[in-house]
Nanobody
Framework: QVQLVESGGGLVQAGGSLRLSCTAS????????IGWFRRTPGNEREGISC???????YYADSVKGRFTISRDNAKSTVYLEMKSLKPEDTAVYYC?????????????????WGPGTQVTVPS
């Protein structure tokens, strides 16, 4: 059974850091691109980063320079290192598996969504 599970969310002060993990099971992570997304109440899911099977990374402008995506295929895990967090980063963060070879952060290109992890940055 293909499954992705996010972890590492929490409450962090503005300017602080968090590292999210996306742990995969039921498939060979090394063959797939993985993306990170976030959603706030009443809004659409926003694609923020993607890492291809070859390790190429792509970022949305809203997080470029602050967030870093990486992968450890031996641990079947993709990470999202988040620094200089802002109140507007508050959201539920999700990871998902892409069926495209190249980098993409369009939600329609992804499936097998995890349940999400909450990140809260108080203002």
């Amino acid at each position: 059974q293909v499954q992705l599970v996010e972890s590492g969310g929490g409450l962090v002060q503005a300017g602080g850091s968090l590292r999210l993990s996306c742990t995969a099971s039921g498939f060979d992570l090394s063959l797939w691109a993985i993306g990170w997304f976030r959603r706030t109440p009443g809004n659409e899911r926003e694609g923020i980063s993607c890492i291809t099977s070859g390790g190429s990374a792509y970022y949305a402008d809203s997080v470029k320079g602050r967030f870093t995506i990486s992968r450890d295929n031996a641990k079947s895990t993709v990470y999202l290192e988040m620094k200089s967090l802002k109140p507007e980063d508050t959201a539920v963060y999700y990871c998902a598996r892409s069926w495209r070879v190249g980098a993409t952060i369009a939600p329609a290109d992804f499936g097998s969504w995890g349940p999400g992890t909450q990140v809260t940055v108080p203002s």
